[in-house]
């Protein structure tokens, strides 16, 4: 998903005969270069509806038995530029299906390899239980598709969000993805 560094064009011909050929590969080199680089930087979005292979939706997941959360509202847009993601999301549910663990979302695209949890974003929670602490956000969890949810406040150290029953939350990530994921 990155621009290329380099560019390999067709080799020049001195040969007259030759030279319409090599206009034809020439142009052809160029067009391909061009739908290459914009592809990339115009990016690509994904959302909660669409064709196939553009569909984003969000899923609430526990990290110790994933359940099957049962959803009132369940939104999603995703757009990737290069290897730079944006997803934006508001879910609303009313029971877990037997969710346990903590509580994340699963991501649209796996997040690079990094040290420590630079990806934070930001979540608006509603109707929903804190594990602890008075603010919630979201975390990328590196080498993963996990956007997990931590808690977060005024003289409280940082924690997991555990599954809760029900709740909405709005929310956006930015992060750094991978060029090539592993599932």
Do not use: C
């Amino acid at each position: 998903m990155t621009l290329p560094t380099n560019i390999i064009l067709p080799s020049p011909t001195t040969n007259p005969e030759d030279q319409i050929k090599y206009i034809q590969e020439l142009v052809a080199s160029l067009q391909r270069m061009y739908e290459d680089m914009t592809d990339k930087i115009n990016g690509n979005f994904r959302s909660d509806y669409g064709q196939e292979g553009d569909i984003w939706t969000p899923i609430l997941k526990g990290t110790t038995a994933d359940g099957s959360f049962t959803y009132s509202n369940q939104t999603g847009w995703a757009l990737r530029q290069g290897i730079m993601v944006d997803a934006w999301f508001d879910i609303s549910w009313s029971a877990t299906g037997g969710a346990t663990g903590n509580l994340y979302i699963e991501l649209p695209y796996q997040v690079a390899i990094s040290n420590g949890m630079p990806f934070v974003g930001v979540v608006q929670p509603s109707d929903f239980a804190f594990t602890g602490g008075t603010g919630i956000v979201i975390n990328g969890i590196q080498n993963t598709f996990r956007g997990e949810l931590w808690n977060v406040g005024s003289g409280f150290t940082t924690a997991r969000q555990a599954v809760v029953s029900s709740g909405r939350l709005i929310g956006h990530i930015r992060y750094i993805g991978v060029e090539f994921e592993t599932t």
